[in-house]
Each structure stands twice: as C-alpha cells, then as structure tokens.
C-alpha cells in the first residue's frame, strides 16, 4: 500500500496507526499485495517472467491486451524506470 496517515512536523514524518484492518478490505487488497510482493522478488532476483505474470494479473492490465502487448508494456515501464533511477 502507498497510503498512510501520518502527522507532519518540521523535521519530521510519524506514522498514525489507524488500527486493525477490516477482514473485508484485507482480502480486497491481498491480491495487489501479493503481485507487489512478486514484483519486488522477482526484480531482486531478476526474473522477468515473474514479473511479466504479476503485471498481467494487476486490475488496470487485465482485458487490455495481448500476452506480447503486456510484456512489451512492461519491458517498455521497466526500461523507463531504470533510465530515472
């Protein structure tokens, strides 16, 4: 997740615990936390079959294209990203 509350001062940022999480919004993110975690294994081990199979699961991927179409949009997004980093 990217989100989080959190107070803001002048020299810092501290995390606000807003509790438990909702048994409902658990199992409504844990796909999403499961390709992100994927992601995250797979660029650490370098394996872009992992992560081509984790991006065709995500929501705004899927019916979008071709198995190519989605490989090639991920090439294109890793190779973009690597260029900014």
């Excluded at 940022?13 to 509790?19: A, H």
């Amino acid at each position: 997740m990217v989100e989080t509350n959190a107070t803001f001062s002048k020299n810092k940022v501290e995390p606000v615990n807003s509790g438990h999480l909702p048994e409902s919004i658990y199992k409504l993110s844990l796909p999403h936390i499961e390709n992100q975690t994927q992601v995250l294994e797979a660029a650490l081990n370098q394996n872009k079959n992992d992560i081509y199979e984790a991006f065709a699961r995500e929501p705004v991927a899927i019916g979008r294209g071709t198995e190519a179409e989605l490989r090639s949009l991920a090439d294109k997004m890793m190779k973009n990203t690597i260029r900014e980093v």
